[in-house]
């Protein structure tokens, strides 16, 4: 019952997440409005581990642990808010739907899941169709848009890569342990950027920018990177970004409507492609055995040579 619970907060959160962070760059530029968020959710993150009665573990493992996550939050968070202002922040979660099928083919390379079955890798080569369809539209409407996609998959990269490296150290740590550990890692690394970029704080505040920020730094950051440790300790990583199949639906209903945001109708067909694929990757199991079956009655050789090399790596 907490990893259901834990698991529908994680879809809501992020769901609002990409309205939250359009509406938090009111009033401030990209890297102001994230490294605000990472500092104060760093800050707040040690009364919250004092609380739970738990204490920052320095060993070698929780620091690759922490290093693992902050690609997931310095990486992905840099991108995404980077290139946020120029697509609508629906699209933003759709492209967020490739990280279950990216991480299950890190998985599969690294950790060594068998997750990436044949049809899972056909949803993966579908899934980038519609991605490719997505971008077509988006820069012959906006020639910013190349920004907002392209800091969204880099996104999309690090968050996936992140999920994989923090599941391969595996240091058995508290999610809020992993959390504050990481958040400050990634701040030390914010803190390192801040001479590219500069911090900038308006005179004038913007009440709904800061409103957002406020609501990123305590459901977005904390809670939500609580919950989403937590079950990623609890289920394969593949399964766990596998919220991103609801995500953005629930994202593009808020953007509509929070921001009035519409989506001309490639862009929704290459949405819709995309969600379908990740649909085909969730539920895999029925269409591969009749594959299989397929392929084990038209090619017996094969099968059995497949089933071979299954039964030698494992």
Not at 66 to 92: D, N
Not at 106 to 127: C, G, I, K, N
Not at 192 to 208: A, L, R
């Amino acid at each position: 019952m907490k990893i259901i619970v834990a698991y529908l907060l994680v879809v809501l959160i992020w769901s609002t997440t990409p309205v939250a962070i359009q509406f938090s760059q009111n009033g401030l530029d990209f890297f102001t409005a994230v490294s605000l968020r990472m500092w104060v959710s760093a800050l707040l993150s040690l009364p919250l581990v004092w609380l739970m009665r738990q204490r920052l573990v320095f060993n070698k493992q929780a620091l690759q642990s922490y290093l693992g996550g902050s690609l997931g939050i310095y990486g992905a968070m840099m991108s995404v808010y980077w290139g946020a202002a120029h697509i609508p922040s629906g699209l933003i979660s759709v492209i967020y739907g490739l990280s279950p099928m990216l991480s299950g083919a890190l998985a599969y390379v690294v950790l060594r899941e068998r997750e990436l079955t044949p049809v899972r890798s056909f949803a993966l080569v579908m899934a980038l169709a519609g991605l490719a369809l997505v971008v077509s539209a988006r820069i012959s409407m906006d020639g910013l848009a190349w920004r907002g996609i392209v800091g969204s998959v880099v996104s999309v990269l690090c968050f996936a890569g992140s999920a994989v490296w923090v599941k391969q150290v595996g240091a058995g740590i508290h999610p809020m342990v992993q959390t504050s550990g990481t958040l400050w890692v990634s701040g030390l690394l914010y803190l390192c950027t801040v001479p590219f970029f500069g911090v900038h704080i308006p005179q004038e505040k913007d009440v709904i920018s800061f409103a957002a920020l406020g609501y990123l730094i305590t459901c977005g950051s904390l809670l939500a990177f609580v919950l989403y440790f937590y079950i990623l300790r609890q289920l394969p990583t593949s399964r766990v970004t596998l919220i991103t199949l609801v995500a953005p639906v629930l994202a593009i209903f808020w953007g509509y409507l929070l921001r009035g945001e519409r989506l001309q109708w490639e862009s929704f067909a290459g949405a819709a492609i995309l969600l379908a694929s990740l649909a085909v990757y969730q539920w895999h199991r029925s269409p591969d055995r009749w594959l299989r079956a397929l392929v084990a009655g038209r090619y017996p050789a094969v099968t059995k040579s497949v089933q071979k090399s299954e039964r030698q790596s494992s």
